[in-house]
């Protein structure tokens, strides 16, 4: 009789915490997370964003985006090439023929991957986060906006087909561009100074994306009011994550998805 109530005030307090947070949304951040040693595969590659997506409980991953010499997009987070992989140089200055045979440097030996080969399948219902990198460090330069929005637009990926396309912006000088174009647009800021001064200027802006040790609760409550969505990565541990959820963010980049999934639920 005692583990029967015990069995059910478990079962309670499952759902009590589920109910609490309900609405904030799981990502997988980088897949299954980026510089997580207990990830299975590498950050931003094929395999890591559909075991992500494959875990009940998931709703969506972010990835690191970068145009190649061609014209191309591809998942990766680094500025250059010889820190993960066998490659070396700047994807913005390689032809997609070279990067074709990236391969990172791990057990698996994961390659680098084209954004066009997500199996969006594995998308249908949820979202994806794209964090589109905006400058060469190889030479010093910003990469061209209008490239990538054309590039997008040509993979489907401006439009929901089944599942809703964010793009994530650090330069502002890209923001008008991408919301012209339709696409739902996150700027990402450091401090909530910045959210005052962005509000004023693109009014029309879906969201917000910050550090979850730069936001409080209030702060999200303050987005809100203006109707806006907030996003907060830099969750990694337990703790973090259960600081987070109490926030009420829309979102949450985790970089321990399963963790994040269980202190939901």
Not at 24 to 30: E, F, K, P
Not at 40 to 51: G, P, S
Not at 53 to 74: F, Y
Not at 119 to 124: R, S
Request: charged share 25%.
């Amino acid at each position: 009789m005692r583990g029967s109530l015990l069995f059910i005030g478990l079962i309670l307090f499952g759902c009590s915490k589920s109910n609490q947070y309900e609405s904030v949304r799981i990502y997988g951040h980088a897949g299954t997370g980026l510089e997580n040693v207990a990830s299975v595969y590498h950050d931003n590659t094929i395999e890591a964003v559909d075991l992500a997506l494959s875990m009940q409980g998931c709703d969506g991953v972010e990835v690191d985006v970068q145009l190649s010499a061609s014209g191309d997009l591809w998942l990766y987070h680094d500025a250059k090439l010889e820190t993960e992989t066998n490659l070396n140089g700047c994807i913005p200055d390689l032809l997609d023929e070279i990067l074709a045979g990236g391969k990172y440097s791990t057990i698996h030996q994961e390659k680098l991957a084209r954004l066009s080969e997500i199996d969006t399948n594995h998308l249908q219902g949820k979202e994806i986060v794209l964090d589109l990198r905006h400058y060469n460090e190889c030479v010093g330069e910003f990469v061209n906006v209008a490239q990538i929005i054309d590039r997008l637009v040509d993979i489907g990926f401006s439009s929901s087909k089944g599942f809703k396309v964010l793009v994530n912006i650090s330069r502002k000088e890209w923001v008008q561009p991408f919301i012209d174009a339709g696409f739902h647009t996150i700027l990402s800021i450091f401090s909530m100074s910045e959210f005052a001064s962005a509000e004023s200027v693109f009014p029309e802006l879906y969201g917000y994306i910050i550090k979850n040790s730069d936001v409080t609760a209030e702060n999200v409550a303050t987005v809100h009011q203006s109707e806006k969505k907030l996003f907060i990565f830099e969750v990694r541990s337990p703790k973090m994550t259960r600081e987070a959820l109490r926030k009420s963010p829309d979102a949450m980049l985790s970089d321990d998805i399963r963790t994040a999934i269980i202190e939901k639920y």
